[in-house]
């Protein structure tokens, strides 16, 4: 039946105040439900993602997690970070940091998780592993939007490079890398390579300047 003048408005009001009364505790007990293996979910997420810049090549190439490490979320100095962002050339941040334990407590290494906004197609967020005694174990790129058989392929070519190698500063080359501190571009994607390569070094001075020594213990 249709409804008209002030009784039906008050009405009509009531009844979209009724829905969306019902709609939010129906959302609000869905969030509830989901917000645990959600955070679980992403509590293991980042556990396997910090777990892989760690991980140890055997006699058989084969990569295994380092065992019974652990990962404490550390506090980003804003400070140094800020420091180092007006004085480098590069486009990038640190997002998280990540104290890696052994078991019994002591400090194996950490993990940096990087932003990059020097890529090709956008930005290239990735995780980075750095032992105490100043060894890249590896990275891991977490984000990427680059081109379709040429950028893309970071994680084929360029990741496997920044395994277990020692050096506080990397450069892109394209003719073939003689020295551990040297990364061979991707073929016809010089700027994703160096967009990853100046990433890993950003990761590296954050290091040096807050991380070396165990100061984020």
């Given at each position: 039946?249709?409804r008209?003048g002030?009784?039906?408005?008050?009405?009509?009001?009531?009844?979209i105040?009724?829905i969306?009364f019902?709609a939010?505790?129906v959302?609000?007990?869905?969030?509830?439900?989901?917000k645990?293996?959600?955070?679980?979910?992403?509590?293991?997420?980042?556990s396997?993602?910090?777990?892989?810049?760690f991980?140890?090549?055997?006699?058989?190439?084969e990569l295994?997690d380092?065992?019974?490490l652990?990962?404490?979320?550390?506090?980003?100095?804003?400070?140094?970070?800020?420091?180092?962002?007006?004085?480098?050339d590069?486009?990038?941040?640190?997002d998280e940091?990540?104290?890696?334990?052994?078991?019994g407590?002591?400090?194996?290494?950490?993990?940096?998780?990087v932003?990059?906004k020097?890529?090709?197609?956008?930005?290239?967020?990735?995780y980075m592993g750095?032992?105490?005694?100043?060894?890249v174990?590896?990275?891991?790129?977490l984000?990427?939007?680059e081109?379709?058989?040429?950028g893309?392929?970071?994680?084929?070519v360029?990741?496997?490079?920044?395994r277990?190698?020692e050096?506080?500063?990397f450069?892109?080359?394209?003719?073939?890398?003689?020295?551990?501190?040297?990364?061979?571009?991707i073929?016809?994607?010089?700027?994703?390579?160096?967009?990853?390569?100046?990433?890993?070094n950003?990761?590296?001075r954050?290091?040096?300047e807050?991380?070396?020594?165990?100061?984020?213990?």
């Amino acid at each position: 039946m249709k409804r008209s003048g002030i009784k039906g408005i008050i009405i009509d009001t009531l009844i979209i105040f009724a829905i969306t009364f019902v709609a939010g505790g129906v959302l609000g007990y869905v969030y509830e439900l989901t917000k645990g293996p959600i955070e679980t979910q992403q509590k293991h997420k980042m556990s396997a993602a910090c777990s892989d810049v760690f991980a140890e090549i055997d006699e058989n190439g084969e990569l295994h997690d380092v065992t019974g490490l652990t990962f404490e979320k550390s506090t980003v100095d804003q400070a140094v970070l800020d420091n180092i962002i007006g004085t480098s050339d590069t486009k990038a941040t640190i997002d998280e940091v990540y104290v890696a334990k052994k078991v019994g407590g002591s400090v194996y290494g950490y993990v940096i998780s990087v932003t990059t906004k020097e890529g090709y197609g956008g930005d290239i967020h990735l995780y980075m592993g750095v032992t105490t005694d100043e060894i890249v174990k590896g990275i891991s790129i977490l984000e990427i939007h680059e081109t379709p058989g040429l950028g893309m392929r970071a994680s084929e070519v360029l990741v496997p490079q920044f395994r277990n190698v020692e050096g506080t500063e990397f450069t892109v080359t394209k003719q073939g890398a003689v020295m551990d501190s040297e990364i061979d571009a991707i073929t016809s994607a010089t700027i994703t390579s160096k967009a990853v390569t100046r990433a890993v070094n950003f990761g590296l001075r954050y290091f040096e300047e807050v991380l070396k020594g165990g100061a984020a213990e």
